[in-house]
């Protein structure tokens, strides 16, 4: 009787699948950046680091907006990854590449944007006082979440990318290539890309930021569920019930 063994392309596919969606999921980083930049006062969603610049920025030129704003983003980011952890933490072994809790982190995800698409759409691009501040902490309490999914993946990031930049340049000038180059070279074109199109967009049809920034995740949920089994197992309905 013959021998069969596990099918060999199976796992490098998935990885390539994995390294498409990061790539995916960073251009909404772009696009929500741009638009908590453009529209809720000058502070970013995911740039922690910058936030808290812009805090202590804040004390040495004693502006109370620009205090509230970036404390209100780093709160919000915080309220995302102590949301998302726990539920991206739920793993077993051997779900792969790509564990079912990262995408149901993502769909947590997804709802936290939804709920600022509506807010955007009932207040408009330029929304004041508390109705701002309450969307700054949509937007970065959704990139915490993100951040908190992929943390689950292991050494990589689709919010935060100065260590992604940082390796990139370091293996290219030192040619000591290690796996996965050509999906932080993808990352960080992805977060440029998702900033053009997001200010792009916020410039000339504001309305529409929402999709910007919804499209790219409602993909990465559905790619992950169609192509990825263990994540299809998990979440899919059993028909034989």
Known sequence: MPVTGPPAPEQPRHIATRDGLLVLLTLTTGAVDVSSYLHLGNVFSSVITGNLVLLGLSAATLSASLAVHSGVALAGYSAGVLAGAPIAARRATGEGPWPPSVTMTLLVEFVVLAAFSAGWEATGPHPGGTAQLLMITALSSAMGIQS??????????????????????????????????????????????????????????????????????????????????????????????
């Open 148 to 241: 908190a999914a992929v943390r689950q993946l292991g050494g990589m990031s689709t919010t935060y990318l100065t260590g992604t930049l940082t390796a990139v340049v370091a293996e290219l000038v030192t040619r000591d290539r290690q796996p996965g180059l050509v999906r932080s070279g993808g990352v960080l074109t992805a977060i440029v890309a998702g900033a053009v199109i997001g200010g792009l967009v916020a410039g000339h049809a504001a309305g529409w930021l929402p999709a910007v920034m919804l499209t790219p995740l409602a993909a990465v949920i559905i790619i992950s569920v169609a192509r990825l089994p263990p994540v299809r197992d998990r979440l899919r309905p059993r028909r034989d019930r």
